[in-house]
C-alpha cells in the first residue's frame, strides 16, 4: 500500500480531479487544493469530506506530491513554483494510472460516452454486490451517488483519458473502447495516431477487450487478452423498445444471459452504453437481471434540465464533439419535435474547432435558432484559426447564427429575438457554459414565478423526466392518507419510485417555484378543507420502505419503512434500544423530522447518519455530531427532506428479551392512547408541564367540536368521531387554547403540522 501523502492539487475541482481528490482522501491521504472557480455541488462534496481549498500563495511545506489537471497551462505560478521547488508533479491521469497498478483495472475509454459509461457500470456492479473501487470522470446528477469510493477492493473502474496522452500509462484487466472518433487533434495529428494509442492500451490488456462491432477493423486483436464486440451487431447485441415516458427498456441478446434491461437514459446513444456496461458485468461472472440499471442516476450536465414554464424548457449538456452534438440533437428532434429548437454552443479547445469547424457548422445547422460563444481554450494557447468564427465560415449567409462575444449580448439576443409559444433552449458546451446557464435560468426564475395548478406546463415536461414507475396524478384526495382522515386534495401528487426520479421530481418543482410537502403516514398532520395548492411528495414505493441489517450494531432505514415495521426486524436480529419505536403510527422519514419519541427516549438517540435531500434535488449524508436534533424538531429536515437513515442499536439481546419489552411498551400505549382516528398529540409539552393533564384539570375531556372529540382516553388527543372536518378540528384547538390559556395561564403550542394554512393564521 502506498504510505499516507500531503497531497495538493491544482483546480481540484475539476470535473476529473474532483472525484480523484475523494478517492484520495479516502484512501487515507491528506487532501487540498485550489481552485479559481469552486462551485457547487463540488464545494459541498469537499466540504463533507474535510478537503480544503484556498488560494496559497506557494505550495505548501509539508506536501509530499503535487497533481495538476490536464486543463492547467503549463505557466501556472503554482506549477512553476512546485518544479522549481523539486516537488514531485503528477498529471490527473499518470497518478491515477500510478495508484492502478495495485488493483485490477476497469478501464473505460473512447472518444465520447466515458462517464455516462462509467456511471452505469458502477451503478450495475452495485445492485449485484460486487467489491470494487471507482473514480468518475464527473459527477451524478444532485450528488445521488459519491464520484468516487474506496474500499481497498480488488477492482478499480475508472476512465482513461487519452487526450492528455496519460492513456499510455495505463495497463487494465478489461478495457472497454466506446468508441474510436478522431478528436484532440493538438496531440493526436491524425485519425492513425488516435487509433494507435487506443490500440497500445489494447495492447497492455490483460484479460478481456470490449470493442464496439463498427470498431472492429480498426485496430488489431489483443495479444494475450480476448476480444468481444458490442453493439447492434456482435457478441454483445441489444435493440431499444421506447416506452410511453421516453424511458428505454433494452432487449437484449447474443452472449447476454438476461433478455432485458430497464434503462433510465434517453438517447440511442446511452443504450450503446448500457450494453457496454453490461457486457463487463457479464464478463465478471456476476448475476445478470434486468434491474441492474435501474437506480442510475444520470451525470451531471447530460440532458439536464434547468428551467421549465409554461413556454420554455431550458437544457443543458456537456456535449462538445461533432458525433455527441449529432446525437444529442437528433434525440431533441425526436423528443421534444412540438418546440422550436433554440442552440447556444460554446467550443472547447481551439484545437477542436479548428479540427471539427465545417461538421460543428453541418450538425448544427438544422436548428431553428443558433448563437455561438466564444471558444473555451481550457489552457490552449489561442489560435487565430481555431476561433468561432471558423465555425461561421461554413453557414451561409442567409443561416448566419449570432456571435455573442460577452453574456450579456447572449442574453440581449435570447431576449429580443423571436419568442414562440413553446420552445427548447439548450446550451451545449463543456466549458464553463454552466455559468451562462446559471445567469439566465436566475433571471428567468425571478421573473417567472409560477402560478400552480393554473400553470401545467412544468408538470407535463416531468412526466419525461421520471420513469414509468413513479407514480403522478392531480388532485389527488389526501384524507385517506392521514391517520386524522380529514382535508382535502392536492394540487399535484407524486409517489417517486427511486432518489434518481424523486431528485427530477424536487429540482422541477423548485424551478417553476411550486411549493411542495413531503408526506410520510400523515401522522402528525392535518389537512385543510381547502387541500394544499402545490405537490405532494410521498415515498410510499417499495425502494423507500427497505430495512437492512448491515452489521450486530447498525441498520438501515429508507424514509417509508414503517418504525413498527423497523422495530420488528431489530428485535429479530437481537438489536436493542429500538423497542420504543413500536406503536408510533409513522414512517422514518417522518419521524425523523420530528424527532418522533415515546417512553422516554427520542429516535434521534439512535440515528448515526442520517441521509436528506434538498430542495433542489441534491442528495446529503450527515453523522451524527452535524445534526442538531431538539424536543420534537431537526433543524436539518426543517427545509430538507429525509430519505434513509443508519441507525445503531443499544447493545445485542437475547431476542426473547427484547420482545417482552416490545409487548410491555404496546400494552401502556394501548392503555393510554386512544383507538379511534387522530394526528397523535394535538399540543406541544409546555416548559415544566404536560399538556394532556392541562388540558384534562381545565374540564375539557369529551368536548367536541362537530366530529372532533377531545379523547376522553388522552386529553392531548383530538379523534375523528367519523364526520369530522379540518375546520371542527381546528375550532377545537382553537377552544383548548383559549380555555386552558384562562385556566392555567399558559399558550399551548400545536404539535401537529398543518397544510394547507399557518397555525397563527387560523387561531
Known amino acids: 500500500m502506498i504510505q499516507p501523502k500531503h497531497i495538493f492539487m491544482i483546480g481540484i475541482g475539476g470535473m476529473g480531479m474532483a472525484p480523484l481528490a475523494i478517492y484520495l482522501k479516502e484512501m487515507g491521504h491528506f487532501v487540498s487544493g485550489t481552485d479559481a472557480s469552486l462551485r457547487e455541488p463540488v464545494a459541498a462534496l469537499f466540504k463533507e469530506r474535510n478537503i480544503a481549498v484556498s488560494d496559497p500563495e506557494g505550495i505548501p511545506v ?77 459527477l451524478f446528477t444532485a450528488n445521488q451517488m459519491p464520484p468516487a469510493q474506496y474500499n481497498q477492493a480488488p477492482w478499480l473502474v475508472a476512465e482513461v483519458d487519452e487526450s492528455d496522452g496519460t492513456i499510455d500509462h495505463f495497463s487494465p484487466t478489461i478495457t472497454v473502447a466506446l468508441n474510436l472518433d478522431w478528436d484532440h487533434a493538438d496531440r493526436y495529428h491524425s485519425h492513425e495516431a488516435l487509433r494507435h494509442a487506443f490500440q497500445q492500451l489494447i495492447n497492455r490488456t490483460t484479460q478481456a477487450v470490449l470493442l464496439p462491432q463498427d470498431s472492429q477493423k480498426e485496430v488489431h486483436p489483443p495479444v494475450q487478452a480476448d476480444l468481444f464486440s458490442f453493439g447492434k451487431e456482435g457478441d454483445y447485441r441489444y435493440a431499444i423498445e421506447r416506452e410511453g415516458n421516453g424511458e428505454l427498456l433494452l432487449k437484449l ?31 465478471l461472472n456476476l448475476p445478470m437481471h434486468r434491474h441492474m440499471l435501474q437506480e442510475y442516476p444520470g451525470i451531471a450536465r447530460r440532458q439536464e434540465i434547468r428551467f421549465s414554464s409554461e413556454k420554455l424548457l431550458v437544457m443543458e449538456d456537456y456535449a462538445h464533439h461533432p458525433t455527441e452534438i449529432d446525437a444529442l440533437l437528433s434525440h431533441l428532434r425526436r423528443n421534444f419535435s412540438d418546440r422550436v429548437l433554440t442552440v447556444v454552443f460554446q467550443p472547447h479547445r481551439y484545437s477542436r474547432t479548428l479540427q471539427f469547424a465545417k461538421q460543428f457548422a453541418e450538425v448544427l445547422s438544422g436548428v431553428d435558432r443558433l448563437a455561438l460563444l466564444p ?65 439566465y435560468c436566475a433571471g428567468l426564475q425571478s421573473a417567472s414565478p409560477a402560478k400552480l395548478s393554473h400553470d401545467l406546463q412544468w408538470w407535463e415536461e416531468l412526466k419525461h423526466l421520471v420513469s414509468s414507475q413513479t407514480l403522478l396524478s392531480e388532485n389527488e384526495p389526501l384524507a385517506s392518507k392521514t391517520t386524522m382522515r380529514v382535508g382535502g386534495t392536492a394540487s399535484f401528487y407524486c409517489e417517486p419510485v427511486d432518489l434518481r426520479d424523486l431528485c427530477s421530481v424536487l429540482r422541477a418543482a423548485s424551478r417553476a417555484h411550486i411549493p411542495f410537502f413531503y408526506l410520510g403516514r400523515g401522522s402528525n398532520l392535518i389537512v385543510m378543507d381547502s387541500g394544499f395548492d ?85 442528495f446529503r449524508k450527515l453523522k451524527r455530531p452535524e445534526i442538531h436534533a431538539t424536543y420534537r424538531n431537526c433543524s436539518e429536515l426543517n427545509e430538507n427532506f429525509a430519505v434513509g437513515a443508519i441507525l445503531r442499536a443499544a447493545s445485542k439481546e437475547q431476542v426473547e428479551q427484547i420482545r417482552t419489552l416490545i409487548q410491555q411498551y404496546s400494552e401502556k400505549r394501548k392503555q393510554s392512547q386512544p383507538r379511534e382516528p387522530s394526528a397523535g398529540c394535538i399540543f406541544k409539552n409546555p416548559e415544566n408541564g404536560h399538556a394532556g393533564r392541562m388540558i384534562d384539570e381545565s374540564g375539557l375531556k369529551g368536548s367536541s367540536v362537530g366530529g372532533a372529540l377531545v379523547s376522553p382516553v388522552h386529553a392531548n388527543f383530538i379523534v375523528n368521531q367519523g364526520n369530522a372536518t379540518a375546520s371542527d378540528i381546528i375550532d377545537l384547538v382553537r377552544k383548548i387554547r383559549e380555555t386552558v390559556k384562562q385556566a392555567k395561564g399558559v399558550d399551548l403550542e400545536p404539535e401537529v403540522r398543518l397544510l394547507g394554512a399557518e397555525w397563527k393564521d387560523v387561531l
Open 62 to 138: 509539508e506536501t509530499d506530491w503535487v497533481v495538476f489537471s490536464s486543463a492547467v497551462a503549463e505557466h501556472h505560478p503554482l506549477l512553476s513554483n512546485a518544479r522549481r521547488h523539486g516537488f514531485a508533479c503528477f498529471r490527473r491521469g499518470e497518478l491515477l494510472a500510478h495508484l492502478s497498478r495495485e488493483t485490477n483495472l476497469i478501464a473505460i475509454c473512447g472518444s465520447h460516452g466515458k462517464t455516462s459509461t462509467s456511471g452505469m457500470l458502477i451503478t450495475a456492479l452495485k445492485s449485484t454486490g460486487f467489491q470494487f473501487d471507482y473514480v468518475l470522470g464527473g
Open 253 to 283: 441478446s447474443g452472449s447476454f444471459p438476461l433478455h432485458q434491461a430497464h434503462v433510465k437514459a434517453l438517447g440511442e446513444f446511452n443504450a450503446v452504453n448500457a450494453c457496454a456496461a453490461l457486457a463487463v458485468c457479464n464478463l
Open 375 to 439: 471558444v473555451y481554450p481550457a489552457a490552449e494557447t489561442p489560435v487565430k484559426e481555431g476561433r468561432t468564427e471558423a465555425i461561421l465560415k461554413h453557414f451561409s449567409d442567409s443561416q448566419q447564427p449570432f456571435l455573442a462575444e460577452t453574456q450579456s449580448e447572449l442574453f440581449q439576443w435570447l431576449k429580443h429575438s423571436p419568442f414562440h409559444a413553446r420552445e427548447l433552449l439548450v446550451f451545449i458546451g463543456a466549458g464553463d457554459i454552466e455559468r451562462s446557464v446559471e445567469a
Open 534 to 618: 402545490g405537490l405532494i411528495i410521498r415515498l410510499s414505493q417499495d425502494n423507500w420502505k427497505q430495512v437492512r441489517i448491515l452489521n450486530e450494531s447498525q441498520v438501515y432505514a429508507g424514509a417509508g419503512a414503517r418504525l413498527k415495521q423497523l422495530c420488528a426486524q431489530t428485535a429479530a436480529a437481537g438489536m436493542s434500544g429500538f423497542e420504543f419505536l413500536e406503536g408510533i403510527p409513522g414512517t422514518v422519514g417522518g419521524s425523523l423530522r420530528m424527532n418522533a419519541g415515546a417512553m422516554g427516549h427520542w429516535l434521534f438517540d439512535v440515528v448515526e447518519e442520517l441521509h436528506l435531500v434538498t430542495p433542489k434535488g441534491e
